[in-house]
C-alpha cells in the first residue's frame, strides 16, 4: 500500500523560507515521478511542482524562481524548499504520486499525503 507522509510545514514571516519533506512507501520510489500541490481556504487544489523520476523538474510560475523541488531515492523523500515566500503561498500543502499524464491536474497522481499546513504573515 502506498503511503506518503508531508512534513516541514509552520509559520513564517513573509520573506522567510520552509523546507517540506515527504516520506514515501510501499512503491519502488525511484521508479515514479512526484509532485507537489496545495490548496487555499476556499479554493481549488493547484499544481506547485513536479519532480520526474530522472530527476528533471517543473514549476507553477507563481513559484519559479523561489521554490525548488529535489529528491533522495535513497530515503524514499521528496522535498520542496520555499523562499521568498508570500502571503498567498499560504495553503496545505500535499505531495502526490504521479500515474502518468498530465503533471498539473491533480487527476494524474493517484496516492496524496495528508498535507501539511503552510502560513506565512505579512
Known amino acids: 500500500q502506498v503511503q506518503l507522509a508531508e512534513s516541514g510545514g509552520g509559520v513564517v514571516q513573509a520573506g522567510g523560507s520552509l523546507r517540506l519533506s515527504c516520506v514515501a512507501s510501499?512503491?519502488?520510489?525511484?521508479?515514479?515521478?512526484m509532485g507537489w500541490f496545495r490548496q487555499a481556504p476556499g479554493k481549488e487544489r493547484e499544481f506547485v511542482s513536479r519532480?520526474?523520476?530522472?530527476?528533471?523538474?517543473t514549476y507553477a510560475d507563481s513559484v519559479k524562481g523561489r521554490f525548488t523541488t529535489s529528491r533522495d531515492n535513497a530515503k524514499y523523500t521528496v522535498y520542496l524548499q520555499m523562499n521568498s515566500l508570500k502571503p498567498e503561498d499560504t495553503a496545505v500543502y500535499y505531495c502526490?504520486?504521479?500515474?502518468?499524464?498530465?503533471?498539473?491536474?491533480?487527476?494524474?497522481?493517484?496516492?496524496w499525503g495528508q498535507g501539511t499546513q503552510v502560513t506565512v504573515s505579512s
Open positions: 502526490a504520486r504521479s500515474r502518468g499524464g498530465t503533471q498539473i491536474d491533480p487527476s494524474g497522481y493517484d496516492y
Open positions: 519532480i520526474h523520476r530522472s530527476g528533471e523538474t
Open positions: 510501499g512503491l519502488t520510489f525511484e521508479l515514479n515521478s
